[in-house]
């Protein structure tokens, strides 16, 4: 009699060892997945900001480079390698690292006539204000598809010409 309640306390404790032992595999899974995909989804944060970042430096040098030659619209960066330098190419990015569309667009700056503040940023002509020759808005927008939801980093800079006669 002795040995069968011996053993029966045997089988619950190798029950409860494995009930501990069950939840203690399920947290650590579910924890390693949870950290996979936040490393993916921070990999493609990162790869974003940084196709963000190169357009629109691309977009500030080449604007410095001939002022006059780009009109307000929609661009993306192309290497001219006859020229070898970036350009802005007409049109938006598709498929960039077969994930990413990409576009730069440039903006005519408006400025009050009073206080010379930035009050409207137009593809057109000055409704209010008047055009301020020597600056323009640079807007970089990248945006992509991440588990079935629509993401987008969206960028502006201001930029500055001093060398217009």
Partial sequence: MRSNRGS?????EILLSLVILSM???TLFSTISFLER???RSKYDSQAASYVEEATEIAHNTLLADWNAYANGTYSPAYDADA?????AVGEETQLAARFTRKVELFTVCRSNSTGQQVEVTTNLCT??????YSRIVKTTLEWEEAGSQKEIVAEL???NAKLP
């Fill in 128 to 133: 209010t204000g008047t055009k301020d020759n």
């Fill in 24 to 26: 203690v595999f399920l």
């Fill in 38 to 40: 936040r490393t993916v």
């Fill in 158 to 160: 201001l930029v500055f």
């Fill in 8 to 12: 029966g306390f045997i089988i619950i």
């Fill in 84 to 88: 070898k330098q970036w350009v802005l």
